[in-house]
């Protein structure tokens, strides 16, 4: 069984420019959660969506977008990139959105805005 | 102040020895993950824990709920287990709507 797999690896995209990243999660999670870890620190919480619908959002602006789709993979976008969202991001994925239920992390996506 | 801090940030070891890595927590938690981070990025879940201490080959992790403490024990250490360790917890009310709140990281390096 595929692991939680993300797309692309790599980025580099320009300030002011419009990003899609993608994340597939374990066949049978319906959980898919996004985190920004920016160099030296901890993953930071950016979105959280079961089944199909937003059930968390962290402290990002309103640039930072997402969505589930029928699948349960997911996509987050970011509009107008600015240097400091420059970060690895990542995906995690459950079976359910409650405490207890094991994550598994993809391998991320490194963005390099310029 | 974070919710989550580590210690030690940065931990250098000999191989063969014991380590030991603290994380502390000021919220009310439902459970505990620790994780392990390659320098490619990709996470490894290592545990879950809300109570006791849980053992995974060189591998043990304690949690004490009432002094809100869990730390990470690898025994007889080892070059591959240079990482960076990350502890991560779930807030009691349903994980915040399912987010985790991580620490900054301890950066272990293990010579031969």
Not at chain 1, 40 to 63: A, L, M, S, V, W
Not at chain 1, 76 to 99: E, K, M, Q, T
Not at chain 2, 17 to 43: D, K, R
Request: proline share 4%; glycine share 12%; charged share 15%.
């Amino acid at each position: 069984d595929a692991g939680v797999t993300q797309s692309p690896t790599h980025l580099i995209k320009t300030r002011g420019q419009h990003v899609t990243l993608r994340c597939s999660p374990i066949s049978g999670h319906k959980s898919v959660s996004w985190y920004q870890q920016v160099l030296g620190q901890g993953p930071q919480f950016i979105f959280q969506y079961y089944e199909k619908e937003e059930r968390g959002r962290g402290n990002f602006p309103d640039r930072f977008s997402a969505r589930q789709f029928p699948n349960y993979s997911s996509e987050l976008n970011v509009n107008a990139l600015l240097l400091g969202d420059s970060a690895l991001y990542l995906c995690a994925s459950s079976l359910s959105r409650f405490a207890g239920g094991g994550y598994t992390f993809g391998s991320g996506t490194r963005l390099t805005v310029v | 102040k974070n919710e989550v801090e580590q210690s030690p940030q940065n931990l250098t070891a000999q191989e063969g020895e014991f380590i030991t890595i603290n994380c502390s927590y000021s919220v009310g938690i439902s459970a505990l993950h620790w994780l392990q981070q390659h320098p490619g990025g990709g996470i490894v879940s290592l545990f879950m824990l809300s109570s006791g201490k849980k053992k995974h080959g060189r591998l043990i992790a304690t949690i004490n709920i009432q002094e809100k403490h869990s730390s990470l024990h690898i025994t007889a250490s080892h070059p591959r287990d240079s990482a960076v360790y990350i502890c991560a917890v779930e807030d009691e009310y349903g994980g915040s709507q399912g987010n985790l709140i991580f620490g900054k990281g301890t950066k272990l390096s293990v010579k031969p």
